[in-house]
């Protein structure tokens, strides 16, 4: 028979071939072409676990802890891997409500069904230790360790910082950062957020499609173990920072002590302040909130975002400016009558030398030096001359950042000439305009911290290093505060001024601040008093011990308390005693007493309800 | 006389060489697919491969049997093949275990049987059979239909247990009918209804439609050889088409381009009747009959699509259009089974090392999805090779078929050749994402026991029929 229809195989080869090719060509573009595949292969198997490092810890000057570590354990849940449970016992364990669980567990899936997601964030290590004889009977559940802050006494929170989780923003910033991350912030935690941090670690894990761990990826040969953070010495007396904080409590204020010599941060104490394990852990974003609320603001940092005039406490250095100007010696003398023009003065003996001035604070006598500085003949216009004078308060660390480790820290004021050109017209004013700025008050603004500095540089007889509260991270000294930052004031001027402030502590009838002499030690310093919108005076002292190679330099702010005598002066001569003898003597108990249980808060909330 | 020739010297060895090399790639992957740890010996008979095992033995003791019958005994009795399995098929709605919803299984204690895998072969025998006395005639309708009957029977009754992948598969014996004499315009318009089914669900209608048009014309010129002819066509048709369309979009409430397009086709149909009846142009009638019965068609298959299918079948067919993309749902499986056999790369990742396939990302991939292992531990060029394989194998049982003295083994040849191939693209395409998922096994890879021997017996008969191809069968 013969066959019609033979011919028709070829078009069969031909589709079969046609096949083929097509088939060749697909797995050609998926298996050689694509490379999306791969990934997600990858992404399907590798299951990346962070290790967290523990941060590095942080000491005082004295080998103190300061902070440390406790731990803590995130309870993670694989919503895939759950299954019927005893919800009651796991909420009754956990401490949650059933309510709590069922969103959260409704969060976790809505995240990721196969992926883990915290389900609750740091439980401590009590809760997880009765926890964890019963995890075997909530499947896809498992706890990730973590570290929290710990703090040996609840001082200095202020300078630590505090320790959260990134947000956003820092996580576009800086792509170490993945979310659920710790970062410090403010203060040292912040400042020093890279040497603290440590090293995260990843372990990569095989996972099989129902997520269940089916060993380590190459035999573990790409997983690297976290590192812990570096340790970091603080340049911060724990004792005395304890100390500080004491005194200042139920007082609005502050406290800065520095040592001359080096520029480290010995306290620094911003009142009232808080304990800083109250943002620690669950709680923080709570105490956080009720922090923020407070009106006598706990988080805010007076000791350098708060600008103050300086008030008397500038007395000296419109003393050094004009000794170094030239335009008086130290035995020039001025008589005071009650005041100089407008400036009232408080009634003393008259005619004083510039030790005298100081001595008794006289408001007419820095008037009348100020205004030879700023009418020098020397100068062409008042302008020039205060340029002039400007340019010495910025040496001093006025109206200029320090650059200190606080990213926070504010520049305070001292006003360009453009300031004074735009209220009375170019060359419009003359030294009696600004005449204020003679006894510290006016538009000029500083902060405690600015004060304690130019404390330290009159102690230091002309030279400043940056104030700073670490002294060296991971073993490294703190080099970056090693430049000495001179001023161009001769130093024997400086030993002008400083007879002046001796003999404003230890000096006889008319000294003003004679409540802060030692018996022992010579203590010199300048009392303040600033009159100020918000109330009462300011109270203001700063001081440096001993006369002759100090050890401490110090300026303290008491809130709307009044004169500076009172209130700032003997909180700033237990703080030097307190530092140099490492207790306070039975003289100065009486001292102590008083500061202690001065209650300057509730009396102005009493005010303030008589008032109502 | 055929006692004296001696059937081992004559069997085709290219085919069972490539045979057995098939099976024993297919054992191992099998054992890379289900590999367990605590099971890591190959013939661990708790384990797939280890069965496996058990069933390749099976499969050749089959093979041993088919060939030592004698060649009439398939050529007398391919009837009663063809009735016991048809039976069987039958006896599934009475005694089949429902598995995943389809009573597709006899169980005897703790072997399944799945009587579809054996229909397969039954069916290409009978279809032989009834060929090797009506090869001739398959242009006659009366001839055509018994033959489609012998088709249509097992794959209806798979349809009923429901078995859509078997079902599938007996229609690809249409080819053989194609490669007997039957009118080619019947497969092309089998062909072209499919690649249409698809095309009408992956574009607008009226696009569709107006291609088709268009094609329709550069046809008419390819047939008639005269441009002008074409041209004046397309131009009846815009005539007519173009008013039509500015009149409609003038409406409140214009009708569907669709509508518009099929109005003007059949307004238009009245002057090229005029012409075809003229010119006596039949090659002119066939274009415009088969465009005309496709632009009704492609109307049908949303209709069709809509009612007939099945949802999970519908989801498969809209997943690989890329209407849907259902990773964790329906679109799971073939997402996977991309990514496994994507992620093997130029050479893979090795024996064993598949990550996906050994970590069960892949649902059924020691039966229906066994390619995944493949693509994923032998890359580009294990994929290559299986596919060549595959190639040789089904171009060197066209070559056998066509040297066959007669009717009968030359038709089951072929139906042996068109099984295979619907397998072989149907399983592989639906791995790689150019065919909807359709379950049914890779031949000789997959596991199973049913589907191996199945094809062995199948395979087989075609080699013992070869072995004695110049001996008489009557």
Redesign the interface.
Known sequence: ?KD???A??YF??AM??I??V???A???V???V?D???L???N??LRYVTQYPARGLIYDRNGNLMVFNQAAYDLMVIPSQTSTMDTALFCEDLEISTDVFRERMKAARNYS?RAPSIFLKQISAESYAKFQEKIFMFPGFYVQPRTLRKYSKPVGAHILGYVSEVDEIQIKKDPYYKPGDYIGKLGIEEAYEKELRGTKGVKIF?????SRV?GSYAEGAMDTAAAQGNDIISSIDLDLQEYGERLMENKTGSIVAIEPASGEILALISSPGYDPELLVGRARSENFLKLSADTLLPLFNRAFMASYPPGSTFKPVNGLIALQEKVIVPSTSFSCNNGYLFVGCHSHSSPLDLKGGIMNSCNAYFCQTFRRILENPEYSSVTEAYEKWRSYLTQFGFGTKLETEFVNELPGLVPAPAYYDRFHGKNGWRALTVISLAIGQGEIGATPLQMANMTAAIANRGYYFTPHVVRSAGGEEGSRFRTRYDIEIDSANFEEVILGMEAAVNGGAGATARIAAMPDVVVCGKTGTVQNPHGKDHSVFIAFAPKDDPEIAIAVYVENSGFGATYAAPVASLMIEKYLKKEISAASGWKEKRMLELDLIGIKSDQRDEEH | MTRNINIWKRVDKPVVIVYLLMVIMGWFNIYAAVFNEEHREILDFSQRYGKQFIWIVAALILAVLVMVTDARFYFFFYWVIYGIMIVMLILLFFFGKEINGSRSWFEFGFVSLQPSEFAKFATALALAGYLNYHRQELTRFRIIMPALGIILLPAILTAAQPDMGSTIVFFALILVLFREGMSPYVFVSGLLMIILFFLALLLDNYMLELILTGLAFFLVWLVTRKLKVALAGAGIVLLIGGPLFMLNHSLNEPASYNLIIIITLLVSGLFFAYYIYQKKALGVLVIYAFLISSVLYINTVDFVFDNFLRSHQKERVEIMLGFKSDPHGTGYNLNQSLISIGSGGFSGKGFLRGTQTKFKFVPAQSTDFIFCTVGEEWGFLGSVLIVGMYLFLLLRLIKLAERQRSVFSRTYGYGVMSILFIHFFINLGMTIGLVPVIGIPLPFFSYGGSSLWGFTIMLFIFLRLDASRTEHLI
């Open positions: 028979m019609l229809f033979a028709r195989k069969i080869i079969i071939i096949a083929c097509i088939l060749i697909r797995l050609f998926i298996q050689v694509k999306v595949y791969r997600s292969a990858d399907n198997v069904y095989l996972v099989d499609v129902y089916k």
